[in-house]
């Protein structure tokens, strides 16, 4: 934050931090949207909704998604990560079939990196990521 003539003012990297959390936000808000819907719609046993963020260290990334169980023996999870380092945004969409039979098998159905070099690139594929993921899914529907 930076003071001038007694008016607080944010800096760009505190500017930069709130769009980021409020595009992560409606990506968050539109997954546990069409997760619910899945869920309706293919009857599913379960739905696992995190409207969470799990952030792991090193190289640091954001972990969002959701979970559905069609039936009690599978599972089909879909998320976002979003890593960062000093050159770039990465963003990774995935979306994953796991069967307990008698061992757990994960078996990934569709994958997608996307890259950006500037922080508005960032957002755009965050949101460009997030309706990727759900079509991808929606054949499941």
């Not at 808000?29 to 819907?37: A, F, V």
């Not at 990934?108 to 759900?134: H, M, S, V």
Request: hydrophobic share 40%; proline share 2%; charged share 20%.
């Amino acid at each position: 934050m930076i003071e001038s003539d007694g008016v607080v003012k944010m800096d760009l990297a505190s500017q930069q931090g709130v769009q980021l959390l409020g595009t992560i936000s409606e990506c968050v808000d539109r997954l546990h949207r069409y997760g619910y819907e899945l869920y309706l719609d293919t009857h599913a046993v379960s739905w696992t909704n995190r409207r969470t963020i799990i952030v792991s260290g090193e190289p640091f990334r954001l972990i969002f998604g959701n979970a559905i169980q069609p039936t009690s023996t599978q599972a089909l999870i879909f998320g976002l990560q979003l890593g960062w380092n000093d050159e770039e945004w990465q963003i990774e969409a995935s979306v994953e079939n796991e069967v307990y039979e008698p061992e757990l098998v994960t078996e990934t159905i569709w994958e997608q990196t996307y890259t950006a070099q500037d922080f508005a690139g960032c957002l755009k594929l965050l949101l460009q990521a997030t309706a990727d993921l759900i079509q991808q899914t929606s054949i499941y529907r």
